[in-house]
């Protein structure tokens, strides 16, 4: 373990990108943080960081050095959660991680409901995109990740929270008074989660044939169901704009440049909005599940745990 003493400097250096960003996170002087990191790199014989470029980036031995730290880390972390599992959660943390919208709109009263039940226990929330969130629960640097993606069995457990549903908002503009009359969804009939039951026919979607479309990048689960609703449609959208959050393109939706594909969890915690007109899909792909995701035979803590009872009762 000598050639991991002082690992907390590298990895400041590491996160930070700078000695001198690093040596003012950890509270010491540039010239003593730089004299700390050239010993570790003595010790181990090569060098860690390539100083030829701004941020600092590592060298092929330093990724390897750092991946040894993060693993180094999560076992730390993972036998630190195990002993607090001993008493009675008074003590402990849990780091929930959701993109925007489920960040901004539906963990923040789970977690007020949870630290009601569990105040001693820290909850930290991080606010990510759904690819660095899956990255961050692989590292075991979050323990608990809720999101609406397709799981992979082998790399991720899950907890169903409920079913999602897709729906089309399209500028008022952009549609015609019949269309609107016979197909449109109102907000409250969403927020009921009466749309099938009230009879309320799927949109057709030829009607969009020309229209523009706002769409979310292409590794969200949002943009794969929307391309495949309107492949099954055969529908080659005019893509006028893609962007990385569902929220905002229902913003831009709203302001009338094209129509957008959003969840009814959005619906649901937006205000009315007189300007845009939502549909139902044709088809199943519009509906998913939102679930809460951990990493796969991972030691599940009690806070955890307690927290998955929790949201287990929201349903």
Same mark, same amino acid.
């Given at each position: ?155 991720? =457990?899950? %907890? /169903?929270?409920? !079913?999602?549903?897709?729906? @089309? ?5 952009? +549609? &015609? ?58 529908? =080659?959208? %005019? /893509?006028?704009? !893609?962007?990385?959050?569902? @929220? ?5 939706? +709203? &302001? ?60």
């Amino acid at each position: 373990m000598e050639m991991f003493q002082g690992m907390g400097y590298v990895y400041a250096v590491y996160q930070e990108g700078s000695v001198s960003k690093a040596a003012k996170q950890l509270c010491i002087s540039q010239p003593s943080l730089s004299a700390n990191i050239k010993r570790i790199e003595d010790r181990i014989g090569y060098p860690l960081f390539d100083r030829s470029t701004k941020p600092l980036t590592l060298t092929e031995c330093g990724e390897t050095y750092i991946h040894a730290v993060e693993q180094m880390m999560e076992t730390e972390r993972e036998f630190v959660n195990y002993v607090n599992d001993w008493g009675i959660l008074k003590t402990g943390s849990l780091i929930l991680g959701g993109s925007s919208l489920f960040a901004s709109w539906v963990l923040p009263g789970l977690i007020g409901k949870f630290s009601g039940q569990y105040p001693g226990i820290r909850v930290e929330l991080v606010e990510e995109s759904t690819l660095t969130l899956l990255d961050l629960l692989q590292k075991g640097r979050i323990d608990i990740v809720m999101d609406n993606c397709q799981p992979v069995p082998s790399v991720l =457990e899950r %907890q /169903i929270y409920r !079913e999602e549903t897709l729906f @089309l908002a399209a500028p008022k503009k952009m +549609c &015609s008074p019949e269309l609107i009359a016979r197909y449109a969804v109102s907000r409250e009939t969403v927020i009921q989660g009466t749309a099938e039951r009230n009879e309320i026919l799927p949109v057709p979607l030829q009607y969009f044939k020309n229209k523009p479309f706002i769409m979310l990048k292409l590794e969200n689960d949002t943009r794969k169901r929307s391309m495949e609703i309107l492949q099954e449609n055969q529908i =080659e959208p %005019q /893509i006028v704009l !893609e962007l990385d959050q569902q @929220l905002t393109s229902y913003h831009v939706a +709203c &302001s009338g440049l094209g129509a957008a594909f959003i969840s009814d969890t959005l619906i649901c915690a937006v205000s009315e909005q007189p300007d845009v007109v939502y549909f139902r899909l044709p088809g199943k792909k519009s509906s998913r599940k939102i679930s809460f995701y951990w990493k796969a035979g991972r030691y599940k803590t009690r806070a955890m745990e307690e927290f998955l009872k929790t949201v287990g009762k929201e349903k």
